[in-house]
């Protein structure tokens, strides 16, 4: 388990991290979401003991990672594929950190085919890389030490859609077999994919925490009509609001049955009716950390 507690981190006058506090159980994915500048970053590398904190603490299993015997052992850590040497290949990167860790060296070409790299790309050195080759590269670092923690900084950057695919069914496993994934990346749609929790932090304070099912579930529903004015007017007169699509849908603010119930009541034909999530995320993340989204969170 990660647990955090009060963190905060100022550079002279200013607050990176403001009084931030979150738990990552075993057994899941958090997602921690914010725009740039919002302090993910920072707080992460509290985590890890890069950034000494101005207060609070952070602890993995109950202790601070610096405390932790041979911390690869127990958390896996990506927070910046391109900190790697570049001289070195991909297979020496790995073996160097074996033999570091006290880890068996079998486990290097193992995890060289579990991330997608070769012996071909095991055999190039790390500076002719791409920055998707780095961030394999990176996961199986994380991973070499068999830990039961992993603390992924934005680790699907520079992958294609396949790549993007295979690292959410990585993480997924992780965590169903017990592991603990703490994830921060942009592509929301991903992360509400793979995520089990979510914490948002926006101006270097938490404003949201909790399951993806809680913070999503007034997100909505998605319908599309064959009629779509019709079905505009038929669920406005209900006292439904609703929120018009460039494709035509309506995201209703009601839950499917009270939509499809409405449109049957007005002999309506239903194209499609679906829970809005995919758009619940980005719509609560805008909500959540922007200048007026945040007023209209704050005032409800």
């Known amino acids: 388990m990660i647990s955090v507690e009060h963190l905060t981190k100022r550079y002279g006058p200013h607050t990176a991290v403001n009084d931030v506090s979150f738990r990552c159980e075993a057994g899941t994915v958090t997602g921690f979401l914010g725009p740039n500048g919002a302090g993910k970053s920072t707080t992460m590398r509290m985590i890890c003991g890069l950034t000494p904190p101005t207060a609070g603490a952070a602890t993995v299993d109950g202790r601070p990672y610096k405390r ?36 068996d060296r079998g486990r290097v070409d193992s995890l060289l085919a579990l991330v997608g790299l070769d012996a071909k790309a095991g055999r190039k050195r790390v500076k002719q890389y791409s920055l998707g080759m780095r961030q394999r590269l990176g996961l199986a670092h994380a991973l070499l030490g068999d830990p039961r923690v992993l603390i992924l900084d934005e680790p699907a950057n520079g992958l294609d859609p396949e790549g993007i695919f295979w690292m959410r069914g990585v993480l997924r496993d992780f965590a169903d077999r017990g592991g603990t994934v703490l994830l921060s990346s942009h592509l929301l749609r991903e992360v509400e994919a793979v995520a089990d929790r979510l914490v948002v932090i926006g101006g270097g304070r938490i404003v949201a925490d909790g399951t993806k099912e809680e913070l999503l579930a007034g997100s909505g529903t998605r319908v599309r009509g064959l009629d779509p004015d019709k079905l ?9 609001s609703v929120t018009r699509t460039p494709d035509d849908a309506l995201i209703a603010q ?25 758009a619940g995320l980005e719509q609560l993340f805008l909500e959540l950390t922007t200048p007026n989204g945040a007023a209209r969170e704050a005032a409800r």
């Open 232 to 240: 505009e007017w038929a669920l406005t007169t209900a006292g439904v």
């Open 254 to 278: 009601a839950d499917a049955e009270t939509v499809g119930r409405t449109a049957a009541a007005g002999g309506l034909v239903l194209l499609e009716l679906r829970p809005a999530d995919g």
């Open 68 to 103: 932790l015997s041979n911390p690869g052992r127990h958390v896996g850590v990506l927070l910046d594929a391109s900190a790697q040497h570049p001289g070195r290949t991909g297979r020496e990167a790995l073996t160097l950190a074996a033999q570091v860790m006290g880890v």
